[in-house]
């Protein structure tokens, strides 16, 4: 903010903000069709934690979005989610008649449209009147918003999954808009 030496507290030269160093974990699943349940973790995401979330939330969620349909699960690649992690390339297996796992290289979060809609997300809560002040406001305010995002933007995101993948092979995956 630039102002004269005499506008040092003049409120149209300061620029005021919330702090709020808390943050949540939030797995959630997206697809053309729209989400499933959000699951807000509590810990760090350890395999055994990543396994029940799949269990508890992205199997249910798929047979809502997709019902007997084939489907394609895209996953985030911390850590815990990798197939390297037996239990995680074990339990895949056992599901592997159910749905087909893309291979997905390591940290592309140009990628990953749900990235996208967590930007969402984000922009809404920074833009609402009253601003969340613990966790328990934050976790309703993202369920709130996450209610009112349109189908249409979830298709949006899919569908730009060809756009995507064309801009990191023109990048030699390097960065791109995404």
């Keep these: 903010v630039w102002r004269k030496r005499k506008e040092a507290q003049n409120p149209s030269c ?27 973790i509590k810990s ?14 992205m199997l249910p969620s798929a047979d809502q979005l997709y019902g007997d349909a084939d489907f394609n699960f895209q996953q985030e690649l911390p850590p815990a989610h990798t197939a ?18 893309l291979k997905w290289p390591l940290q592309s979060p140009d990628l990953n449209p749900i990235e996208d809609l967590w930007d969402v997300v984000e922009r809404e809560i920074r833009i609402m009147d009253v601003q969340p ?13 996450g ?23 023109k990048a030699k995956g390097g960065p791109t808009r995404y």
């Design 14 to 40: 300061l620029r005021f903000s919330v702090k709020f160093a808390q943050s949540v974990v939030v797995w959630g699943v997206m697809s053309s069709a729209g989400v499933g349940p959000l699951c807000f």
């Design 44 to 57: 760090k995401v350890s395999t055994a934690i990543y396994q029940e979330v799949l269990e508890r939330f």
């Design 84 to 101: 390297k992690t037996r239990i995680i390339s074990d339990w895949f297996l056992e599901h592997d008649n159910e749905f087909t796992v």
């Design 133 to 145: 002040t613990n966790l328990q406001q934050l976790r309703d305010a993202i369920m709130s918003i």
């Design 147 to 169: 209610t009112k995002i349109s189908e249409e933007c979830f298709q949006d995101l899919v569908e730009s999954m060809p756009r995507r993948i064309k801009a990191v092979l």
